[in-house]
């Protein structure tokens, strides 16, 4: 008999139903699976930071300043953590909501979605196994070598472009947290010579930059003589944004000398920027301190004025060669940002926004200020610079929490809120002003146009003229639209006017006077006329009393009108006339009936006489 082939043979009696390798690949399979449900069921989609949600209520956060970084609550690190990196790790985590799944919105289920929502988990995920390095390893020989370019220059002190061992300039771009993201804002600085201690400035805004998608161009050496290369720069990346495609183009720029530090990365420029449409056509920020404007820390918007306004800042030394430039770049930023056509798009923030001063410490800070969870501070003629730079940067890079804190728990979003809502009230104001003063500039035209019209024939030519040019004048002033019309111009116009017009009240006056003096004649020629006249049988009386009655109300108004006085004038002349008639017709019925009385009368007294004739006869 033939044996049957192999597969076809009975398994031995001690083989399982499942051979070895099988079952081990199916439990590497579920345990698989079962890893992977429990490692997603912990990913949450990151939405998209929204400025308004912050905008609302607020907790206060001391802001009293300690003696150093060391005293600092938190400074040390917590049991059981072993670095800074952790910290920083667990802090990241809290910003990006990870425990936020009710807070997200409703969506409907799409694959599409699923599949975002996955790559924006994984992509968070990843970015907070990324330690934060705060030292910045330069090499020894570079910075040697950069040392010693800043040492020739200064002691050269040459005015031209100077070379540096780092490249001229550098754009930090960060990663995209998210699909489709447009970046509004960018940074924009200078760090010339390699100072070690800027670079550290300017690493401070790495998590800040990262938070919210801002890039952040450093230039790094200089493009004009003295410090003219920072306005030449922010105008070499407006016009480099203006020539992109409007959806590419960033809307705004923050410029930040170098001389500032970074304290709380979690606060997004956007919650500063003029809340839109209300306020779309504000351009700039800027902050004053004693000295007047302090131009360190400043956004502004990336259009064609921005243009113009760094192209004058950059040119007005050539041109005004003997204005005083005091502060240089900043003395002319702020002499053009008194001209009113830079004036009427920029308005002055709060110093503590986003240019705050170090606060001295054990005193009651002004404010102007730094405070606990504050943006930034900012150096500005500080004496010992570099002394207090490091002592704010050794606290700066601790990432301490009561340092570094979620906007929703900074005072910033119940100031801003209140700083908006008193802008839109001045603004009313403002436009309520600029209404009534645009009111009363075209009543004054309206009624000098209406007595030139009927009294400039009386009037010297000179004198005609003059007030014709006064009024091309006031118009061109109101030609100004909306808020921009400058109502101190329109009153100086309009006083201007009046003076103008003094030749021609003059002729008035006099025309008024005759025209009074006839008012009166016929008021009085009224009153004569029906002198002794009964109303009653003669219904012309009772007209012309009316009339020389309103006459009279007339003329002792002070603000009577020469055509309602001509007119009734010439209604008491009528009402007269029309009772003259009455009159005439009156006497010669009368006179009729006398003639037909002493008629009737000889008649009578011819009969009388002819009846005594015959009777005696």
């Known amino acids: 008999m ?24 199916m439990l590497i399979a579920l345990a698989t699976m079962f890893l992977g449900y429990l490692v997603t069921s912990t990913f949450n989609p990151v939405d998209q930071y929204d400025v308004a949600s912050y905008r609302g209520d607020y907790d206060f956060t001391s802001s009293s300043v300690l003696e150093g970084p060391n005293v600092y609550p ?15 790790g667990d802090r990241v985590k809290a910003y990006h909501g990870e425990d936020g799944v009710a807070n997200q919105p409703v969506r409907r289920p799409s694959i599409k979605g699923a599949l975002k929502d996955l790559h924006h988990a994984v992509s968070n995920k990843v970015s907070y196994w990324k330690t934060w390095d705060p030292e910045l390893d330069l090499d020894a020989e570079l910075e040697a070598n950069a040392t010693a370019v800043y ?75 003295d410090v003219w290369s920072k306005p030449a720069y922010i105008l070499s990346l407006l016009l480099r944004e203006l020539a992109k495609p409007q959806e590419e183009r960033l809307e705004w720029l923050l410029w930040v000398d170098a001389d500032t530090i970074m304290l709380n990365p979690y606060v997004p420029l956007e919650i500063f ?24 820390v400043f956004p502004i918007r990336v259009n064609q004025w921005a243009v113009e306004l760094l192209s004058a ?5 050539y041109y005004k060669p003997d204005q005083d430039l005091t502060f240089r770049d900043q003395s002319a930023m702020d002499a053009l940002l008194k001209d009113k056509k830079f004036a009427a798009h920029t308005v002055e923030a709060p110093q503590r926004w986003f240019n705050a001063y170090q606060g001295e410490h054990n005193e009651t800070l002004a404010p102007y200020q730094v405070r606990r969870g504050d943006f930034l501070v900012h150096f500005a003629g500080v004496i010992n610079r570099d002394e207090r730079i490091l002592f704010w940067l050794d606290r700066a890079e601790q990432h301490l929490p009561d ?13 801003v809120k209140d700083f908006w809502n008193q802008k839109a009230g001045e603004r009313a104001a403002k436009q309520g002003e600029v209404a009534e003063a645009r009111r009363k500039a075209n009543e004054l035209l309206t009624q000098t146009d209406s007595r030139m019209s009927e009294y400039q024939d009386r009037l010297v030519q000179s004198d005609a003229t003059f007030i014709h040019d006064r009024e091309a004048a006031l118009r061109k002033v109101l030609e100004q639209q909306g808020d921009a019309l400058d109502t101190t111009s329109v009153e100086s116009e309009m006083g ?7 030749p021609l009240r003059d002729v008035i006056e006099t025309a008024n006077k005759v025209l009074m003096k006839e008012a009166h004649d016929a008021i009085f020629a009224a009153e004569k006329d029906v002198i002794g006249q009964d109303a009653s049988s003669i219904p012309e009386v009772a007209a012309v009393e009316e009339k020389a009655t309103s006459l009279k109300s007339l003329v002792v108004q002070p603000d009577w009108k020469k055509a309602d006085l001509n007119a009734l004038i010439e209604a008491v002349k009528q009402a007269r006339t029309s009772l003259q008639q009455k009159l005439q017709e009156k006497d010669a019925q009368d006179q009729k009936l006398q003639a037909a009385k002493a008629k009737a009368d000889e008649e009578r007294k011819k009969q009388e006489e002819q009846k005594a004739k015959f009777g005696n006869t």
């Open 151 to 225: 040492n020739a220059t200064a002691a050269s002190q040459t005015a031209g472009p100077s070379s540096s061992p780092l490249k001229s300039e550098e754009v930090l771009e960060p990663e995209a947290d998210q699909w489709g993201h447009k970046t509004r804002v960018g940074k924009c600085t200078i760090v010339l010579y390699g100072s070690s201690i800027y670079e550290r400035t300017v690493k401070t805004h790495t998590l800040h930059n990262k938070l919210h998608g801002y890039p952040l161009h450093v230039l790094r050496q200089s493009i004009m003589d």
């Open 74 to 88: 938190g400074a040390q690190h917590a049991p059981g953590r072993s670095s800074k990196t952790e910290q920083l």
């Open 313 to 317: 800042i950059i040119s007005s030394r």
């Open 2 to 25: 033939q044996e049957p082939f192999s597969w076809m043979a009975n398994p031995a009696s001690g083989a399982a139903v499942f051979g070895h390798g099988r079952l081990k690949l």
């Open 273 to 296: 920027l003029p809340p839109s449409p209300q306020f779309d056509d504000i351009h700039l920020l800027v902050t004053n301190d004693w000295n007047g404007l302090n131009n360190g």
């Open 403 to 415: 340092w570094e804190m979620e906007v929703q728990h900074t005072s910033y979003p119940a100031e």
């Open 496 to 502: 201007m006017l009046e003076q103008s017009l003094k």
